[in-house]
């Protein structure tokens, strides 16, 4: 399995700021992904962070409002931009061990938007 | 597109009872299959999944899972519930020709009565 972090852990932040988590692997990942959790719900892919590449969005999600950066195999951040309370929410992020087909998920950070 | 549909969103079973939970996938192609839980203020753990090969797989805790392709199926089981079961289980699908990103079902919350 992969060992996967994510910093912070949690935050409360006011509206109209912006929040940047990180996420940390402990062994190369071509892909990573960002995933949305909103209260009492079920999760959402937000985007698809390759090395070298920009990231891929899914329908609903903007690079403007949620930058992805991926500087290396090992490493991504998330920014949730411009917050309002809807987005209020927990941000995961995950990567599959190479070679294989199953992904591994950071604790998630989770955000408070006042 | 795919979709993962998990039939009801809470579960009660008492302590010592058979935990069954339902997932149904829709799509022509069959998917890699996922089973993840959630404790509370935690990440995602998987639970166990299905690639190809037997159709049976068992996972940690005790849990297995049952790939029906003719039912587009994989539910949950496990035959007697502890009280550390109490979570949150998410099954998901994701296709390698995709990426292997995952999408999930709207998860069903397990409260175990003593």
């Known amino acids: 399995s992969a060992v996967i972090s994510q910093k912070p852990s949690r935050d409360i932040c006011q509206r109209g700021t912006s929040l940047t988590i990180q996420c940390q692997v402990d062994?190369?990942?071509?892909?990573m992904f960002w995933y949305r959790q909103q209260p009492g719900q079920s999760l959402t892919l937000i985007a698809t962070a390759n090395q070298g590449s920009e990231a891929t969005y899914e329908s609903g999600f903007v690079i403007d409002k949620f930058p992805i950066s991926r500087p290396n195999l090992t490493f991504s951040t998330l920014t949730v931009s411009n917050m309002s309370p809807e987005d209020s929410s927990i941000y995961l992020c995950?990567?599959?061990?190479?070679?294989?087909?199953?992904?591994?998920f950071g604790p998630g950070t989770r955000l408070t938007v006042l | 597109a795919q979709s993962v549909t998990q039939l009801g969103s809470h579960v009660s079973v008492s302590e010592g009872a058979l935990v069954l939970l339902r997932c149904n996938y829709s799509s022509s192609v069959p998917p890699y299959l996922f089973w993840y839980v959630q404790y509370p203020n935690q990440g995602l753990q998987l639970l166990l999944k299905y690639t190809t090969g037997a159709t049976l797989v068992k996972g940690i805790n005790g849990f297995e899972a049952e790939f029906k392709k003719s039912e587009t199926s994989f539910h949950l089981t496990k035959p007697s519930a502890h009280m550390s079961d109490a979570a949150e289980y998410f099954c998901?699908?994701?296709?390698?020709?995709?990426?292997?990103?995952?999408?999930f079902g709207g998860g069903t919350r397990v409260l175990v009565k003593p």
């Open positions: 998901a699908v994701s296709y390698p020709a995709a990426g292997n990103k995952l999408t």
């Open positions: 995950s990567g599959p061990v190479e070679g294989t087909d199953t992904q591994y």
């Open positions: 062994s190369q990942v071509t892909m």
